[in-house]
């Protein structure tokens, strides 16, 4: 009784010197002003200026987070932590609520510790350690290269490991030299078909295309900063050396005709009765995967669309091939 006792008290005492310390999560609400960009791609600048340096080019509902405004440009922040100025019509300007945490810490009471003697841990000294776990245990083995002249079969000669697992008495062969040949005629094999229909011509007008998206549309221009839809595939296909007619009515009467399921990147698409025009009102350049680039009315911009569903899709005229 009087040991039962006494560890009682011991546990009380440990239990009224600890101190508590009571901490909790407190939230508050801060409201800060986010940009949506509306077009398919918006440029983002150095300065509030259409001659700036570009900085980037933001995708469709990229959200960014607003600075300051100024006279038709907001200064924005990327999420890379870059922050540049873009137009004020491309984007849409909201307030956005966000929970901000920060941990709250309350010492309830303080006390000095005791330190109470350590319990002396009996040992016995007739435990052993427990056996180290059994691990397998390869040899590897080498056979001499055999001589060319020996082989029946006209093969190189070939030097192969023998992999022998002593415990399980399993064995495997690793062959290095065939392994490396099959590799590298299978990675032939796929650059081959990867490369099959590539140009250098349509790799630079698909490189010059891609870095104009965002530029502005504006009808009855090629160049200066904006273009309109046929003047936008005839400046591309200028600086591969390829002088084409002004309008998309003229384009659609040159080159190869190219059904929609064996366009390749380069191939011109034309449209018929947009924007409410009827014939051959519109041209593109197609990108591959469905999509093609253009200068798009709608979208006041240089941008990236689909072939396969929507808008275009149901006023697809045909394609045109006029390089390889």
Same mark, same amino acid.
């Given at each position: 009784?009087?040991?039962?006792?006494?560890?009682?008290?011991?546990?009380?005492?440990?239990?009224?010197?600890? @101190?508590?310390?009571?901490?909790?999560?407190?939230?508050? *609400?801060?409201?800060?002003?986010? +940009? &949506? #960009?509306? !077009? =398919?791609?918006?440029?983002?600048?150095?300065?509030?200026?259409?001659?700036?340096?570009?900085?980037?080019?933001?995708?469709?509902?990229?959200?960014?987070?607003?600075?300051?405004?100024?006279?038709?440009?907001?200064?924005?922040?990327?999420?890379?932590?870059?922050?540049?100025?873009?137009?004020?019509?491309?984007?849409?300007?909201?307030?956005?609520?966000?929970?901000?945490?920060? @941990?709250?810490?309350?010492?309830?009471?303080?006390?000095? *510790?005791?330190?109470?003697?350590? +319990? &002396? #841990?009996? !040992? =016995?000294?007739?435990?052993?350690?427990?056996?180290?776990?059994?691990?397998?245990?390869?040899?590897?083995?080498?056979?001499?290269?055999?001589?060319?002249?020996?082989?029946?079969?006209?093969?190189?000669?070939?030097?192969?490991?023998?992999?022998?697992?002593?415990?399980?008495?399993?064995?495997?062969?690793?062959?290095?030299?065939?392994?490396?040949?099959?590799?590298?005629?299978?990675?032939?094999?796929?650059?081959?078909?990867?490369?099959?229909?590539?140009?250098?011509?349509?790799?630079?007008?698909?490189?010059?295309?891609?870095?104009?998206?965002?530029?502005?549309?504006?009808?009855?221009?090629?160049?200066?900063?904006?273009?309109?839809?046929?003047?936008?595939?005839?400046?591309?296909?200028?600086?591969?050396?390829?002088?084409?007619?002004?309008?998309?009515?003229?384009?659609?009467?040159?080159?190869?005709?190219?059904?929609?399921?064996?366009?390749?990147?380069?191939?011109?698409?034309?449209?018929?009765?947009?924007?409410?025009?009827?014939?051959?009102?519109?041209?593109?350049?197609?990108?591959?995967?469905?999509?093609?680039?253009?200068?798009?009315?709608?979208?006041?911009?240089?941008?990236?669309?689909?072939?396969?569903?929507?808008?275009?899709?149901?006023?697809?005229?045909?394609?045109?091939?006029?390089?390889?």
């Amino acid at each position: 009784m009087r040991f039962l006792r006494n560890f009682i008290v011991a546990i009380c005492a440990v239990l009224t010197t600890q @101190p508590f310390v009571y901490s909790k999560t407190r939230e508050s *609400r801060t409201s800060v002003r986010v +940009a &949506k #960009v509306l !077009v =398919s791609t918006a440029k983002l600048r150095d300065t509030p200026s259409e001659s700036s340096r570009t900085l980037g080019l933001m995708d469709h509902n990229a959200t960014l987070t607003v600075l300051s405004t100024k006279s038709g440009w907001v200064h924005v922040k990327t999420k890379r932590g870059t922050d540049g100025w873009i137009r004020r019509d491309l984007v849409s300007v909201s307030k956005s609520r966000a929970l901000k945490a920060s @941990p709250v810490t309350r010492p309830v009471s303080i006390a000095k *510790r005791k330190v109470l003697p350590k +319990a &002396k #841990v009996a !040992v =016995s000294q007739t435990s052993k350690p427990l056996p180290a776990p059994k691990q397998s245990v390869k040899v590897v083995t080498r056979q001499p290269v055999v001589a060319a002249s020996s082989s029946s079969d006209g093969q190189l000669p070939e030097t192969v490991k023998t992999s022998k697992n002593v415990l399980d008495s399993r064995i495997s062969i690793s062959d290095p030299i065939s392994d490396k040949r099959n590799s590298v005629v299978v990675f032939a094999q796929d650059f081959a078909a990867s490369n099959k229909s590539a140009s250098p011509v349509r790799s630079t007008l698909m490189s010059r295309a891609n870095s104009l998206r965002g530029t502005p549309y504006r009808y009855g221009t090629s160049g200066g900063g904006t273009f309109d839809c046929s003047g936008f595939t005839s400046a591309m296909y200028r600086k591969v050396g390829v002088k084409l007619p002004r309008t998309a009515a003229e384009q659609f009467g040159v080159g190869l005709h190219i059904a929609k399921s064996s366009l390749s990147k380069g191939d011109l698409v034309f449209f018929r009765n947009t924007a409410g025009r009827r014939g051959i009102s519109h041209v593109g350049i197609y990108s591959g995967n469905g999509m093609f680039i253009h200068a798009s009315s709608r979208g006041h911009a240089v941008r990236i669309d689909t072939l396969n569903s929507g808008y275009y899709s149901s006023h697809f005229a045909g394609g045109r091939r006029l390089i390889r």
